[in-house]
């Protein structure tokens, strides 16, 4: 193993894998990506919303918690009602916006 | 001092005299002239100000930003030509102005906004075509000493302050009321064609495209990256800058960039 790999903290199959992943995200042509994602409520992690509806929360990226029911995410056609979303009343993503459900 | 400064001076510093030995051709007073055009002068820098800073005046009123505004430019006239490079300095007087003094994040909005003024005349970049770094994708073991290039609009800012909200609650994306601004944030300015975004960006984000900035390459500009926040997303942060359009060239080695 040469000298920078042995330096090297961050692996090279990680930063494949980001690189991989980066490329096929940004890929995909926007009209594409209407076509083939649906939006999906409930889904995203804090901060990792595509885009959100209600005050405050306009932009990608902007959701203050996990799961929040009026944030979405784009995720593939047909996976979001199988997206896991501990808020949701259903157990599940959604198609539109929902009030989350109190975590216990 | 030879007549030319002097005039300058005076058009600066109400306090001094109308030059000796102006003439006007009606035969009407050369002060009252002269002050006219000493108005023009300031109020015309002034716009120049407030059209480059639209939110620190939005944030202080248009009063209470005309009057900072003078004090800058009887401070500070410009230097260059170019008015749309008048006020590089301005953040760092607002910093140092007392008066604005309650509102802390005052300067750093500023420098947002000389961010987006850098981006807007920025050089076009082509972006990258990323079939180019597809190929690179297939030696994944020269990853790490790839170095990307960015976009040369693009621009960092890193706050104490919530810099990217209050830009945006004045854009009528956020509400003002919602805004911490105490809350840290990362800018990063970028431009899309014609228009500059603002982006709000994680901490390791910034370190990352900063190490990119300085020339790091890949594998080095990552590991900063986690080190100042383990929640860094490698992958995530790319996929911004390439549908951004803003990395422009990529190569192994500082001498030779990839076809």
């Given at each position: 193993?040469?000298?920078?790999?042995?330096?090297?903290?961050?692996?090279?199959?990680?930063?494949?894998?980001?690189?991989?992943?980066?490329l096929a995200i940004s890929s995909a042509p926007l009209t594409a990506q209407a076509a083939d994602n649906e939006k999906?409520?409930?889904?995203?992690?804090?901060?990792?919303?595509d885009?959100?509806?209600?005050?405050?929360?306009?932009?990608?990226?902007?959701?203050?918690?996990?799961?929040?029911?009026?944030?979405?995410?784009l995720v593939p056609q047909?996976?979001?009602?199988?997206?896991?979303?501990?808020?949701?009343?259903?157990?599940?993503?959604?198609?539109?916006?929902?009030?989350?459900?109190?975590?216990? | 001092?030879?007549?030319?400064?002097?005039?300058?001076?005076?058009?600066?510093?109400?306090?001094?005299?109308?030059?000796?030995?102006?003439?006007?051709?009606?035969?009407?007073?050369?002060?009252?002239?002269?002050?006219?055009?000493?108005?023009?002068?300031?109020?015309?820098?002034?716009?120049?100000?407030?059209?480059?800073?639209?939110?620190?005046?939005?944030?202080?009123?248009?009063?209470?930003?005309?009057?900072?505004?003078?004090?800058?430019?009887?401070?500070?006239?410009?230097?260059?030509?170019?008015?749309?490079?008048?006020?590089?300095?301005?953040?760092?007087?607002?910093?140092?102005?007392?008066?604005?003094?309650?509102?802390?994040?005052?300067?750093?909005?500023?420098?947002?906004?000389?961010?987006?003024?850098?981006?807007?005349?920025?050089?076009?970049?082509?972006?990258?075509?990323p079939?180019?770094?597809?190929?690179?994708?297939?030696?994944?073991?020269?990853?790490?000493?790839?170095?990307?290039?960015?976009?040369?609009?693009?621009?960092?800012?890193?706050?104490?302050?919530?810099?990217?909200?209050?830009?945006?609650?004045?854009?009528?994306?956020?509400?003002?009321?919602?805004?911490?601004?105490?809350?840290?944030?990362?800018?990063?300015?970028?431009?899309?064609?014609?228009?500059?975004?603002?982006?709000?960006?994680?901490?390791?984000?910034?370190?990352?495209?900063?190490?990119?900035?300085?020339?790091?390459?890949?594998?080095?500009?990552?590991?900063?990256?986690?080190?100042?926040?383990?929640?860094?997303?490698?992958?995530?942060?790319?996929?911004?800058?390439?549908r951004?359009?803003?990395?422009?060239?990529?190569?192994?080695?500082?001498?030779?960039?990839?076809?």
């Amino acid at each position: 193993m040469n000298t920078t790999a042995s330096h090297a903290v961050v692996s090279a199959a990680a930063l494949a894998l980001a690189l991989g992943a980066a490329l096929a995200i940004s890929s995909a042509p926007l009209t594409a990506q209407a076509a083939d994602n649906e939006k999906c409520f409930g889904v995203a992690m804090q901060g990792k919303n595509d885009c959100a509806a209600g005050p405050g929360t306009t932009c990608a990226g902007t959701a203050k918690v996990d799961y929040q029911g009026n944030a979405w995410k784009l995720v593939p056609q047909g996976t979001c009602e199988q997206t896991a979303s501990p808020t949701s009343p259903t157990g599940f993503g959604q198609l539109e916006a929902f009030k989350e459900v109190k975590q216990s | 001092m030879n007549s030319q400064q002097d005039f300058f001076a005076a058009l600066l510093d109400p306090e001094r005299d109308c030059p000796a030995d102006l003439k006007t051709w009606n035969g009407s007073d050369p002060a009252a002239r002269f002050a006219v055009y000493r108005n023009n002068v300031l109020s015309s820098l002034i716009d120049a100000l407030a059209a480059s800073f639209p939110v620190v005046q939005q944030l202080v009123g248009e009063a209470f930003f005309r009057a900072m505004a003078a004090v800058y430019v009887r401070h500070s006239p410009p230097r260059t030509r170019i008015l749309a490079d008048y006020g590089t300095d301005f953040p760092t007087f607002i910093e140092g102005f007392a008066p604005a003094g309650s509102l802390p994040y005052l300067a750093d909005v500023a420098r947002l906004e000389l961010l987006r003024i850098r981006a807007y005349h920025a050089a076009d970049a082509a972006p990258l075509n990323p079939t180019v770094l597809a190929a690179a994708l297939a030696v994944p073991e020269r990853l790490g000493s790839l170095r990307l290039r960015l976009q040369p609009a693009l621009g960092l800012l890193d706050s104490a302050f919530a810099v990217v909200s209050l830009w945006a609650a004045h854009q009528g994306a956020l509400a003002l009321a919602e805004v911490d601004p105490d809350q840290a944030q990362c800018a990063l300015v970028l431009r899309n064609g014609l228009a500059v975004e603002v982006l709000g960006i994680r901490r390791g984000d910034l370190v990352f495209i900063q190490a990119l900035l300085q020339g790091q390459p890949l594998g080095a500009a990552t590991q900063p990256a986690l080190a100042s926040d383990p929640t860094f997303d490698l992958g995530a942060c790319l996929a911004q800058l390439l549908r951004a359009g803003a990395i422009t060239h990529c190569t192994y080695d500082k001498q030779r960039p990839l076809p």
